[in-house]
């Protein structure tokens, strides 16, 4: 099956840690990367999607972090 992840956070280096673990996790991009002005904040927000293929059933329990 194929789980999806959307990542979200601050336009930090700590954002481009989360995808990096990700991706060193086996997840892959999808798509462009997104970016908005957080005007409540007064920060930039980024958002990347990421893909795994994994065996077994999909089940909405399943932590997709820990994929």
Not at 2 to 23: I, M, P, Q
Request: glycine share 10%; hydrophobic share 35%; aromatic share 12%.
């Amino acid at each position: 099956m194929r789980l999806y992840r959307f990542l979200t956070g601050d336009d930090t280096s700590a954002f481009c840690h989360k995808v990096s673990a990700a991706l060193a996790k086996g997840w892959e991009l999808y798509g462009e990367p997104s970016y908005a002005f957080d005007a409540s904040n007064g920060v930039m927000r980024c958002g990347q999607a990421v893909i795994k293929e994994v065996v077994g059933e999909y089940s909405p329990d399943l932590k997709l972090g820990e994929q």
